[in-house]
């Protein structure tokens, strides 16, 4: 059984970081590449990063790029969301989700196979 774990979340003020971790069980048997989407109050979820199997390859949407960066420690089934110079508009539930593929750097909502809870950013002005 998968489960995806998110932590990190919580208050920051602009120009700020979190850094947002995923913790990944029962992942075996398939590549799988990571990403984080992001739904803010009153939106669509939408797709923020993520990162290839091996831990090499990253993308980031225009949104987010120079300033998160996603990590991958496969030795722990982790995931991280580095975030800085965070934004009043960065304040969402962060999602993490997992995809099989081995090349895959960017999908769909419902392209996805495993989703995390969700964890809150919440960025004051």
């Known amino acids: 059984q998968v489960h995806l774990v998110e932590s990190g979340g919580g208050l920051v003020q602009a120009g700020g970081s979190l850094r947002l971790a995923c913790a990944a069980s029962?992942?075996?048997?398939?590549?799988?590449?990571m990403g984080w989407f992001r739904q803010a109050p009153g939106k669509e979820r939408e797709f923020v990063g993520a990162?290839?199997?091996?831990?090499?390859?990253?993308y980031y949407e225009d949104f987010v790029k120079g300033r998160f960066t996603i990590s991958k420690d496969n030795a722990k089934s982790t995931v991280h969301l580095q975030m800085n110079s965070l934004k009043p508009e960065d304040t969402a539930v962060y999602y993490c989700?997992?995809?099989?593929?081995?090349?895959?750097?960017?999908?769909?909502?419902?392209?996805?196979?495993?989703w995390g809870q969700g964890t809150q950013v919440t960025v004051s002005s």
């Open positions: 029962g992942l075996t048997g398939s590549r799988y590449s």
């Open positions: 990162i290839n199997w091996s831990g090499i390859t990253g």
């Open positions: 989700a997992a995809k099989v593929s081995t090349y895959v750097l960017k999908w769909r909502i419902d392209q996805s196979d495993y």
